[in-house]
């Protein structure tokens, strides 16, 4: 009987830490994919700022009122970019062409169209130095404010960790082992944002 006891006990031990320690895998596995999340918003927020060449991707958070519903502008017509300088949108129905230029005016991108009755197009001024430089401190603004959630996002993970080893479910070593690889995980996150600032730093700057 006595055998059979330290069996079931052997047994509801293995369980306990079976399921502890998917949970650490959980909470790091979590944490990767709301950094993730992060990341993406972020590189979404960087195709919207304009850069004085044409690019779509400043249209991406423009919204058509299609028939009542509200739809991504590239789902109610082909946008392109001719030259440098031109996004140039093509309507699948030709009855759309204002509301769709009334959309573009509406979201306040600092861009005029102009349509002719077949087509929208866009001009895309170019920048003055100064208004480079201001775009810039924009976009290091975005960056911090990136790794400032990124930040956030390690510290949950690292108080849920602790609130764990206070309660004697995980070990030190395991509290530390798992707020490592937290911390990993968080610096490749800010390099991450970092080389995406630089690149659209780039960007902004070249003439």
Excluded: W
Aim: net charge neutral; charged share 30%; proline share 3%.
């Amino acid at each position: 009987m006595l055998h059979k006891q330290l069996m079931v006990n052997q047994l509801a031990h293995s369980y306990s830490n079976l399921y502890i320690g998917e949970f650490m895998e959980n909470l790091v596995s979590d944490c990767k994919v709301d950094m993730e999340k992060r990341i993406k918003g972020f590189e979404t927020d960087l195709t919207r700022v304009r850069t004085g060449r044409a690019s779509i991707s400043v249209l991406d958070g423009v919204r058509v009122d299609y028939y009542g519903s509200p739809t991504p502008l590239n789902q109610v017509g082909t946008l392109s970019t001719p030259d440098a300088r031109t996004i140039v949108v093509s309507p699948f129905e030709k009855n759309l062409i204002q509301e769709i230029e009334k959309s573009i005016m509406k979201a306040d991108l600092g861009i005029q169209p102009t349509n002719d009755g077949v087509v929208i197009r866009i001009p895309i001024p170019q920048l003055t130095e100064d208004r480079r430089k201001d775009i810039v401190k924009q976009l290091k603004k975005m960056s911090e404010d990136a790794k400032v959630s990124i930040r956030h996002i390690r510290r949950d993970s690292n108080d849920s960790i602790k609130k764990m080893e206070k309660a004697k479910e995980i070990t030190e070593d395991a509290s530390k082992q798992l707020q490592q690889d937290i911390q990993k995980q968080t610096d490749a996150f800010i390099k991450l944002v970092d080389e995406r600032f630089v690149v659209k730093e780039k960007e902004v700057m070249t003439v």
